[in-house]
């Protein structure tokens, strides 16, 4: 198991490598850069920006040099400096912008996605257990509406549902008076009374796909041969779906783990917009529309960082839970 | 009308009558047993044999109450006596009750046919194995890891101490067929079904699994009930035979007897089916057709369709009944008597 655990982890550094420069490439697709469209917006101003001026402004950038350079320059500065570089837009270095943000993310998300198995799991094994019953029926339908509707309108109807009753407006993860003071019993409390919106909405966008694909996969394993042999030595029932069928049926979703942390984050940036959470999601999104590379470079980086990281914990749930993977 | 005439158990160790087992599916009722007899003396090998579809492996797992989804049993009675000596009808236990489980894989246990699929992959050999102690039993989990140990060695295989923490698919065929046989005795039920237990596996294998049981029941004294449909199987390891035949047992009688003179056309086809080594012929017999369809079938003789000496406006009108040929012999054929099956409520259905 040690054994197999290492070379995972071997496996990941040449990964991570190709990945940082997968994201580069990726934020370096777009044609223009920022001081194509920086320089094109003083122009329609009516200022004048004479080439030199703008040769100026690129050297400063470093844009200047070229593709390899720059990402030697910026992987370099990452790794020894952990400088994400500036982001041009909010003239700030982007790893500060990160440190904001990201933990607030990874947390929201991490709950959202706990919440989501907690229910989901259960509920997936009442689904199979019980084919066919009023359960699987409701809870099918209701899995297919939490499918079908986006997260920003359930979060937009449930705020609007919210107010009109209460009064209460749920508005990013702390009211306006709590946002700058410090921690205490009532700013915690004043989270709770707002976080609990996108938890919601986020768990039940990310249920109905674990019920379904746990339900489908538990009904496979019921009808198997080991399950009626356990039967066979007197097992009770639950026991029995416990112990053995489940066993092998949460595998797909162990195996999907690692990158539902990337999907959330992915999934939540209409809901963050929405509900005015700071989370990267909004960040990253207005970073690639204003071409602003290395912000949008260092979240896609994290993000990916986080899905291999994801990726190797869901390796080693599955080896642990199964014997066949671990021994290949 | 059951065939209690038997060889020497004076009283069985488990009695089956009226069994009958249907399937509920969305184009009819599949009736995978309609109505099925037999009993299985005291330390006493039976044999079930037929072809694939005649409701030998169903009639197995409804000993145990094992079927589930659509299936149900819908009459019949099992009679055992438990290991305490009391006799409990299992078939009238709830499936699901304390009681129907302390039956299973203590009194009453199983030995399945695929020895790969019959394992859960993702749990020791050990674990399952001393699975049965652990309900069965109130020894610790040091004792039951002795007696698997043991017990592992006893059904053959080598190395039990390091074999009990492998996993099934580390094992070969014969091999998990093995530690299915201990898994399958270590609570020393009284009665065995063992249900195609050589079907999976190679021949010189065979006979060594077939070997091991008759040793393991000469010094348990269990009763088995093979389910088989290899003749070889039948024919080296049981006193008596019951042949089915879509859903039904059409003959029954001594292993001997059988073998010499069957009375029914299907299990005259059947015999004539087997190729005699040494003995060779231009083709084998076939039994022409293959077996109906059970789903909905008609009240007639279940062989009608493919028996060479069948009687229109007789075989086609009713369901033979089992009638007694002598002592220890029993067919289902209107060549033999008149005697036509009772209807009850799930006939017409």
Not at chain 1, 197 to 220: C, E, F, K, Y
Not at chain 2, 203 to 211: C, S
Not at chain 2, 306 to 325: N, Q
Request: with cysteine; net charge neutral.
């Amino acid at each position: 198991m040690l054994q197999f655990a290492l070379r995972r982890l071997g496996i990941l550094i040449p990964f991570l490598i190709a990945i940082s420069i997968v994201s580069f490439i990726v934020i370096q697709l777009p044609p223009g850069s920022y001081v194509d469209s920086y320089v094109n917006n003083l122009r329609l101003q009516g200022n004048v920006v004479s080439a030199e001026q703008e040769g100026n402004i690129r050297a400063m950038y470093g844009l200047d040099k070229s593709m390899p350079e720059q990402y030697a320059l910026w992987m370099g500065k990452i790794v020894f400096a952990g400088d994400f570089g500036s982001s041009f837009r909010y003239n700030r270095p982007v790893a500060a912008i990160l440190m904001e943000r990201v933990p607030s993310t990874i947390i929201l998300s991490l709950t959202a996605i706990a919440f989501t198995w907690l229910l989901a799991v259960p509920l997936g094994i009442l689904s199979a257990v019980k084919q066919y019953s009023v359960w699987d029926h409701t809870l099918t339908l209701i899995g297919l509406v939490g499918l079908a509707v986006p997260g920003f309108l359930l979060a937009l109807g449930i705020m609007f549902v919210v107010y009109q009753n209460t009064g209460w407006l749920v508005n990013g993860f702390f009211s306006p008076p709590f946002r700058e003071a410090p921690w205490s019993l009532a700013k915690v409390l004043d989270l709770l009374k707002n976080v609990w919106l996108p938890i919601l909405v986020l768990t039940i966008g990310g249920m109905a796909t674990i019920t379904r694909v746990l339900r489908a996969t538990l009904l496979d394993e019921l009808n198997k041969q080991y399950v009626t042999t356990a039967r066979a030595k007197g097992v009770p029932e639950m026991t029995n779906v416990l112990r053995y069928p489940l066993r092998i049926a949460i595998n797909p979703l162990l195996s999907t783990l690692g990158w539902m942390l990337p999907a959330v984050v992915g999934g939540e940036i209409v809901v963050s917009k929405v509900l005015n959470l700071p989370t990267i999601g909004p960040v990253l999104l207005e970073a690639s529309i204003t071409q602003d590379m290395y912000l949008a470079g260092g979240i896609v980086m994290i993000l990916s960082v986080l899905t291999v990281f994801g990726t190797f914990i869901s390796d080693l749930l599955l080896a642990l839970n199964d014997p066949r993977i671990r021994m290949e | 009308m059951t065939p209690s005439a038997s060889l020497k158990s004076t009283e069985p160790r488990l009695k089956v009558e009226g069994l009958k087992t249907y399937f509920f599916l969305d184009h009819g009722i599949l009736k995978a047993v309609d109505g099925v007899d037999f009993h299985v003396g005291e330390a006493e090998s039976v044999g079930i044999i037929g072809e694939s579809g005649c409701g030998k492996s169903i009639t197995a797992q409804s000993m145990l109450q094992l079927v589930r989804g659509r299936g149900q049993i819908v009459a019949g009675h099992a009679v055992l006596r438990r290991k305490q000596g009391e006799m409990v009808d299992i078939l009238s236990l709830d499936p699901d009750s304390a009681e129907m489980r302390s039956v299973r894989g203590d009194d009453a246990s199983i030995i399945f046919q695929e020895p790969m699929t019959s394992f859960s992959p993702v749990h020791t050999i050990g674990f399952q194995i001393g699975e049965m102690l652990r309900l069965h039993t109130k020894l610790s989990e040091a004792q039951i890891r002795e007696r698997v140990i043991a017990m592992l060695g006893r059904v053959g295989i080598s190395n039990p101490e390091v074999r009990i923490d492998e996993y099934p698919h580390q094992l070969s065929g014969g091999m998990r067929q093995r530690a299915m046989i201990a898994m399958a005795l270590i609570c020393h039920p009284q009665i065995v079904i063992a249900d195609e237990p050589t079907t999976a596996l190679d021949v010189t294998i065979q006979a060594q699994i077939l070997d091991l049981m008759r040793d393991l029941q000469d010094e348990l004294g269990m009763s088995i009930v093979y389910i088989t449909h290899n003749m070889a199987v039948v024919a080296e390891n049981v006193s008596r035979v019951y042949v089915m035949y879509l859903g039904r047992v059409v003959e029954t009688t001594t292993t001997e007897r059988l073998f010499k003179d069957p009375k029914h056309p299907y299990t005259q086809k059947l015999l004539r089916s087997i190729p005699h080594p040494g003995r060779p012929v231009e083709r084998l017999e076939v039994i022409e057709g293959s077996v109906p369809s059970a789903v909905d079938p008609p009240r007639r003789c279940g062989f009608f369709t493919r028996c060479p000496s069948a009687m229109a406006g007789v075989c086609d009108a009713a369901i033979p009944a089992l009638t007694k040929v002598d002592d220890e012999h029993w067919a289902r054929c209107f060549l033999l008597s008149d005697e036509k099956e009772a209807e009850d409520e799930w006939s017409s259905l």
